[in-house]
């Protein structure tokens, strides 16, 4: 069983930073790619980035130019830095990374979330 955990969201005012970061452990041989998404009240879940274990990386057009999506293989985490923060982008974020474990199979994880508040 793989676990994430997603730490760092917080309320920050709007145009400031925040750093999420997203620790997977248990019975990992290999993460592929992995994703951080955000849910707001009402609303969908959608994905706002991605990034390949080769750190090739993807961003909704709503992110682009502010947030930054990175990974550290060794230590099997990955990280999104948000800069220039709106009340628009209140939301859970969600860590979710494709997953093979020592008996090769493959699967999907979530973490629990983390809750990021933008307001003044």
């Known amino acids: 069983q793989v676990q994430l955990v997603e730490s760092g969201g917080g309320l920050v005012q709007p145009g400031g930073s925040l750093r999420l970061s997203c620790a997977a452990s248990?019975?990992?041989?290999?993460?592929?790619?992995m994703r951080w998404y955000r849910q707001a009240p009402g609303e969908q879940r959608e994905l706002v980035a991605r990034i390949t274990s080769e750190g090739s990386t993807n961003y909704a057009d709503s992110v682009k130019g502010r947030f930054t999506i990175s990974r550290d293989n060794a230590k099997n985490m990955v990280y999104l830095q948000m800069n220039s923060l709106k009340p628009e982008d209140t939301a859970v974020y969600y860590c979710n990374a494709d997953v093979v474990n020592y008996s090769r199979d493959y699967y999907i994880s979530w973490g629990q979330g983390t809750q990021v508040t933008v307001s003044s």
């Open positions: 248990g019975s990992i041989f290999r993460l592929n790619t």
